[in-house]
């Protein structure tokens, strides 16, 4: 006979405990979204003033010889200090600092004065080999003929004074990472701007000083010192600039060398998984830059090689960074304590509540620069040194990256699943398929289509291969999460999204064409296009998005 009073007591208690469990679901979606939000704000800062400087810096150094230059030297320190360490920092190491913190009697302090220690070490040893190679480094990028031997000089020199960022930069993640496992998400999102502060600064200065450069001969060894030592102090002041709010948290550090069977050789081993998949899309990247390089070479005053592409990727890459970075920041540490707790239903909700709130600001972002590539261009790059009509090709370039927007941002939160489960092994057999992917296309694009688009279809292919790569990814992560992630839920939401933004841009760019053809000069008609244009297109998406019932418009402030 059962007992009716116990068998109600039970049930109480495991009502009880079903009310606890969703109060405290809520209150960590709730922590989430708070830190997600702080985060993106630091980041709509962040990322306004960095456009600005991108702006500046087109009209100081223009998008040919001398801003090529600039750009390819000023890429090499963030290549080599991502391949040195920056993607172990990434996805390895803040797991491992989150279960040090859980796991070890200390708190994990001793852990983390030997990972600084290490990281540092690298990084220091990295920065002064890279110094040195600096002329074999930039000749991966850019082949130093005798038509291009001064442009290959000039980028040299830039090198030897932006390298040293290798040390900075990695002293700026390691730092952020350990504030990150603390729950301390705000600065490192913040301390960005005093970068951009400087940079902004810099080509003031230089645009004030030499108001049309002219080739890469005519570039003073004065201009290369004002240019490379101001960016790689902004990069040293962002650096720097976090050590108050690591000493707030309670962290001392001082140097440990005792590293040997202390627990780093897992994160040395999964690292190099995490290696593999840097050095994979390094290749990719050298190979697309290459082929830019010499588009300029072949078409030194159209600006549609390499400088064109730098400037329209950060564009395009400006939503990721404020909505999907920020959100996956707050999400690792979290979904990390849910593996080591073997809670796979927690990691399924967490990427699968990610994907759809980010889709809600990414896919309608996608269609904008979709529809208003070219406007967006001439607004910005019309007072470039080059000349306004070297923007038309960056326009064209944003228009044919913009739909890769919604895989590539997808790809990069689902890919902290697998770094959840300290799988780095995964995302390198990812890395090989997308960059695979991309050096085919990029190479077609280089042997078959005319120089003036051959830099324009090398940015769609970059687009498609990511969206081959999101395929593959979710089939993998499936497996992981006992063969479920909420698939139904989310094509669902990101059909509605598509439906919703792909009528509105539609409607958008409309409105932009009629308003740029009624004003003569093409950067009021682009001002005029562009916000009459973006306006409407907003409106319609957010009432169509509200006909079809996406929820997740409630994310985003001001139109729940």
Known sequence: MVDQGSTAATETDLSGRRRHARRRSGAASGGLLCSSALMAAGSVVSRGTGMFRLTLQAAALGTLAVGGAYNTANTLPTSLYTLLI???????????????RTEHADGGQAHEQRLVTLVLSVLAVGTVVGVVLAPWIVGLYMPDTPDNHQVFELTVAFARFLLPQ????????????????????????????????????????????????GDAASVTPAEVRLLGIGTTIGIALQAVCLIPYLAGTGFRWRPRFDWRGTGLGKSV???????????????????????????????QKAGAGNSAYFFAQNIWMLPQGIITVSLVTAMLPRMSRAVAEHRLGDVREDLSRGLRVTGVAIVPAAFFFLAFGPQIATVMFSYSSSGAASAQPLGQMLQAFALGLVPFSAQYLLLRGFYAFEDTRTPFWMAVWISGLDIILATGCHLFLPPRWVVIGMAAAYAASYAGGLLVTGLKLRRRLEGRLDGKRLV??????????????AVGWAVARICSGAVPAPVVGSVLALAAGGVTMLVLFVLLARLLRVSELRSLPGLG
């Open 166 to 213: 290798i040390f900075f930069y990695g002293l700026f993640f390691m730092l952020g990472q350990i504030l990150n496992a603390r729950g301390k998400f705000g600065a490192m999102m913040w301390t960005p701007v005093l970068n951009n502060i400087v940079l902004i600064t810099m080509f003031g200065l230089y645009r004030w000083l030499v108001p049309a450069p």
């Open 86 to 100: 920056g993607g172990a920092l990434n996805s390895v190491l803040v797991p491992q600092l989150v279960r040090a």
């Open 269 to 299: 081993a999964a690292a190099r998984w995490t290696l593999l998949f840097v050095l994979v899309n390094q290749v990719a990247l050298t190979v697309v830059t290459r082929y830019a390089n010499a588009v300029d070479a072949v078409l």
């Open 492 to 505: 669902r939401t990101y059909g509605k999204l598509m439906a919703a933004a792909g009528a509105a841009s």
